[in-house]
Structures are given as structure tokens and as C-alpha cells.
């Protein structure tokens, strides 16, 4: 059973970080992409970053470029979101995603998600 899961999210004030992990399991994503979407309430799941399979290509949504950064660790079949300079906009719930391809996929072409964590930034 393929499974992701996502762990690190929390309440957090505006300004400060929290780093996300997702550890998959039941087969090894080394040669896929993996990335994070978010969902507010009421709005669509949204791209937030992408990494390519060999951590070498990496992609970010223009409202989290320069605060947010993606890496992966194949050996630990691991992917992170470090988050920095949090703002109450980025309140959501935050999910892996994991596919031969991420970036430029509309969330309903990905086959393997994980639950979700939530992450609440307050002002």
C-alpha cells in the first residue's frame, strides 16, 4: 500500500518557519517528482512547489519564491518544505504530492497524495 505522509505543520505567528516533511511508503518515488500543494477554505488546491526525481530542478509558486524551499532525500524516500517568513496567507492545509511529473499538472492528473497537514500562521 502506497502511502504518503505528511507531518510538521502547526500554528505558527506571522514571520516565523516551519519545515514540513512527507515520508512515503510502500514503494520508492526516487525516480519521480514530488511537490506541495495547499488548500484554504474555500478555495482550490493550489501548486505551492515542486522538485524534480534527482533534487537537481526545482519550482515554486510566485507567492512563496524567495520564503519556501523544497528538498528531497531519495534514501529516506523523504521530501521537505522548509517554510520561512510566514505569512497569515499561508494559512492552509498543505499536501505531498508525488508523480512522474509535478509542475505544471493540474492537481487532479496526480496519482499519490498524502492526508494533509495543517499549518495556521497567525497575524
Known amino acids: 500500500q502506497v502511502q504518503l505522509v505528511e507531518s510538521g505543520g502547526g500554528l505558527v505567528q506571522a514571520g516565523g518557519s516551519l519545515r514540513l516533511s512527507c515520508a512515503a511508503s510502500?514503494?520508492?518515488?526516487?525516480?519521480?517528482?514530488m511537490g506541495w500543494f495547499r488548500q484554504a477554505p474555500g478555495k482550490e488546491r493550489e501548486f505551492v512547489a515542486a522538485?524534480?526525481?534527482?533534487?537537481?530542478?526545482?519550482y515554486y509558486a510566485d507567492s512563496v519564491k524567495g520564503r519556501f524551499s523544497i528538498s528531497r532525500d531519495n534514501a529516506k524516500n523523504t521530501v521537505y518544505l522548509q517554510m520561512n517568513s510566514l505569512k497569515p496567507e499561508d494559512t492552509a492545509v498543505y499536501y505531498c504530492a508525488a508523480d512522474w511529473r509535478i509542475y505544471g499538472l493540474a492537481p487532479r492528473m496526480i496519482h499519490y497524495w498524502g492526508q494533509g497537514t495543517q499549518v495556521t500562521v497567525s497575524s
Open positions: 510502500g514503494r520508492t518515488f526516487s525516480s519521480d517528482a
Open positions: 522538485i524534480s526525481w534527482s533534487g537537481g530542478n526545482t
